[in-house]
């Protein structure tokens, strides 16, 4: 299994990106998905996810700007980012609890796609 993040790109404060997630291989389902971000020197945070029942889990610096969502026909997770700031700068990482088999249930991360934000 291997998650293919992309969207990631240089865009000006106050712009747009969407960012995409695919996960790809033997798959079964996949159970909960996310999104996270790393900015240098600081330690990886949640963005946004999808957890297990289905709900979203949304950090409070997103405030509305970003909408997670997902396509389950295709094994693919979004993350529309609006309004974006220099302070949104970071490495966007996408992971997933893939189900393999009813008793075979790993998490995933992907490998990143860098987000910068210019002032």
């Known amino acids: 299994v291997q998650l293919m993040e992309s969207g990631g790109d240089l865009v000006q404060a106050g712009g747009s990106l969407r960012l995409s997630c695919a996960a790809l291989g033997d798959i079964f389902s996949i159970r909960a998905m996310g999104w996270y971000r790393q900015a240098p020197g600081k330690e990886r945070e949640l963005v946004a996810r999808?957890?297990?029942?289905?709900?979203?889990d949304n950090a409070d610096f997103v405030k509305g700007r970003f909408t997670i969502s997902r396509d389950n026909t295709k094994n693919t997770m979004y993350l529309q980012m609006n309004s974006l700031k220099p302070e949104d700068t970071a490495l966007y990482y996408c992971?997933?609890?893939?189900?393999?088999?009813?008793?075979?249930?790993?998490?995933?991360w992907g490998q990143g796609t860098q987000v910068t934000v210019s002032s």
């Open positions: 992971r997933a609890e893939v189900v393999i088999t009813p008793d075979e249930i790993y998490a995933y």
């Open positions: 999808f957890t297990s029942s289905g709900s979203i």
